[in-house]
Antibody
Framework: QLQLQESGPGLVKPSETLSLTCTVS??????????WGWIRQPPGKGLEWIGS???????YYNPSLKSRVTISVDTSKNQFSLKLSSVTAADTAVYYC??????????WGQGTLVTVSS | EIVLTQSPATLSLSPGERATLSCRAS??????LAWYQQKPGQAPRLLIY???NRATGIPARFSGSGSGTDFTLTISSLEPEDFAVYYC??????????FGQGTKLEIK
């Protein structure tokens, strides 16, 4: 079945850029009807949608993060990626990737904790 | 931006009891609402889509209802594994996806 796996550094320094990759297995990222999304969850808090991308490269971003977020897709590797610039401690969170359709996000990756600290 | 407000923030019940969780949208989302369950240390799992449809593999004790701005997730008889945090998410303008702040269902 479809599986997603996040990867990337677990520690990022303040003011630097957070970079994560989501690898999709068991299916093609180029499937029509699906977007691919990033969601984050600060420790002990709720879920925040970051943004989503279509295999063609079309993107949608959370307005509150739009100035700092870039999501890209590499169909040859069946991966999509997140870059978040100028990070602060407030960006410390578990970052999830997930397949998205009109019904919702399903399935999700297991998540990866990214801590912003010097 | 559509804002989702979930209530209560915390719900304390015993196994076997009925749970009723609420999600209210700041404007109509038609029936485009999803519910997720999140257990500690795990990723969220899609439970309900389009307000009232169970996702694959979700037990029949979970049901959703509502349309427009008011939605309800009901668990008819709580099992020990149902104690978790539940989030609603509007899907009316997907792929943008606002989440509610969550309801924690805890054992009384």
């Amino acid at each position: 079945q479809l599986q997603l796996q996040e990867s990337g550094p677990g520690l990022v320094k303040p003011s630097e850029t957070l970079s994560l990759t989501c690898t999709v297995s068991g299916g093609s990222i180029s499937s029509s009807s699906y977007y691919w999304g990033w969601i984050r969850q600060p420790p002990g808090k709720g879920l925040e949608w970051i943004g989503s991308i279509y295999y063609s490269g079309s993107t949608y971003y959370n307005p509150s993060l739009k100035s700092r977020v870039t999501i890209s897709v590499d169909t040859s590797k069946n991966q999509f990626s997140l870059k978040l610039s100028s990070v602060t401690a407030a960006d410390t969170a578990v970052y999830y990737c997930a397949r998205e359709e009109q019904l919702g996000f399903d399935p999700w990756g297991q998540g990866t904790l990214v801590t912003v600290s010097s | 931006e559509i804002v989702l407000t979930q209530s209560p923030a915390t719900l304390s019940l015993s196994p076997g009891e009925r749970a009723t969780l609420s999600c209210r949208a700041s404007q109509s989302v038609s029936s485009y609402l999803a519910w997720y369950q999140q257990k500690p240390g795990q990723a969220p799992r899609l439970l309900i889509y389009d307000a009232s449809n169970r996702a694959t593999g979700i037990p029949a004790r979970f049901s959703g209802s509502g349309s427009g701005t008011d939605f309800t997730l009901t668990i008819s008889s709580l099992e020990p594994e149902d104690f978790a945090v539940y989030y609603c998410q509007q899907r009316s303008n997907w792929p943008r996806g606002t989440f509610g702040q969550g309801t924690k269902l805890e054992i009384k």
